[in-house]
């Protein structure tokens, strides 16, 4: 026990130093905080520039609650919860591998370093997506899950900062699902991992952006905002109660899985779910919502 606390306390301290390199040390490329300043202040320029809905305020609503969740859920949750969680996991992982002589580089399935480095890095983007897709269903399907997906369908408008507007649960289930199949690929250095980050946080904050835009014939790859608005449509259709278009960076999943529906023009369509009127407005309240359910 006692080294998982130490783990536990190194997870912390080291974090804490990686937040004031960020924030005081600007010169690297992969810095994270100032790489999400940049995406979201050019995201936001293009819809102040190319609003799909025109009657919608530049400062829309909620937007103050999702920029403060925005970096919240990006930077302090990470401190408060993951780094020191995903670590203890990794350790206690490890620990149980060992019991019976074997370790996580036991189970890879290919030297990633022995790969050219775009493609395993191409490898890393497509397994990473598609676990993400099933973890995306089943926040949906999961009674449990949903009540802390809600927090997310909760936006009324649509606008980039609502991309990171979710209940600190949910990375935590993203992160365990992703622990596993993520170690036995391994082998990727900050950097490296850091392209594909940007790239995400980049269409992820597009598809939640105020822009009516598909990207043509590349709408059948990437999730897009034509594409994304729908999944956060009130009334589902009938026969897709748990939800439609849960594509994360890539639509192409939903596609062979036939969960696309883009029925038509979807700029207008009410957003949210059902009974979401009750829903709490506020931060706080919001985060405690799934703990008041029975």
């Known amino acids: 026990m006692d080294k998982y ?24 490329w992969d810095n ?31 937007f103050w609650l999702d920029t403060f969740y925005m970096f919240f859920n990006f930077f302090l949750l990470n401190l408060i919860v993951l780094i020191a969680l995903s670590n203890t996991a990794a350790q206690f992982f490890n620990d149980i591998l060992s019991v ?29 997506d598609f676990i993400q897709w099933n973890t995306h269903r089943l926040l949906h399907r999961v009674p449990l899950l949903w009540n802390f997906h809600k ?27 992703l622990y596993i199949p993520m170690a036995i690929i391994g082998g990727f250095d900050a950097q490296d991992v850091a ?37 956060h449509v009130k009334d589902l259709p009938k026969q897709a109660k748990y939800g439609i278009n849960y594509g994360i960076t890539l639509s192409i999943w939903d596609y062979l899985f036939k969960t696309a529906h883009i029925p038509y023009n979807g700029r207008d369509i009410e957003l949210g779910f059902e009974g979401d009127e009750d829903f709490p407005k506020d931060f706080l309240n919001q985060e405690l919502y799934p703990l008041n359910k029975k």
């Open 32 to 62: 994270y905080f100032y790489g999400l300043i940049f995406i979201s202040l050019a995201v936001w320029l293009l819809e102040i520039i190319f609003p799909w809905r025109k009657e919608q305020s530049i400062v829309r609503k909620d």
């Open 5 to 28: 606390i130490e783990i536990i306390q190194k997870s912390y301290t080291g974090y804490w130093n990686y937040l004031k390199h960020e924030l005081i040390t600007i010169n690297h």
């Open 100 to 128: 019976f002589g074997l370790s996580i580089s036991s189970f890879q399935l290919f030297d990633v370093d022995a790969l050219p480095k775009v493609l395993g890095l191409f490898i890393f983007f497509i397994v990473g």
């Open 195 to 231: 392209i594909i980050h940007f790239f995400n946080i980049t269409i992820g904050h597009l598809n939640h952006a105020n822009l009516g835009w598909n990207y043509g014939p590349l709408k059948y790859i990437l999730n897009n905002p034509k594409m994304h608005i729908w999944h």
């Open 151 to 177: 927090v997310h369908h909760s936006v009324k408008e649509m606008g980039f900062a609502a991309h990171l507007r979710y209940h600190w649960m949910e990375p935590v289930v993203y992160k365990s699902l």
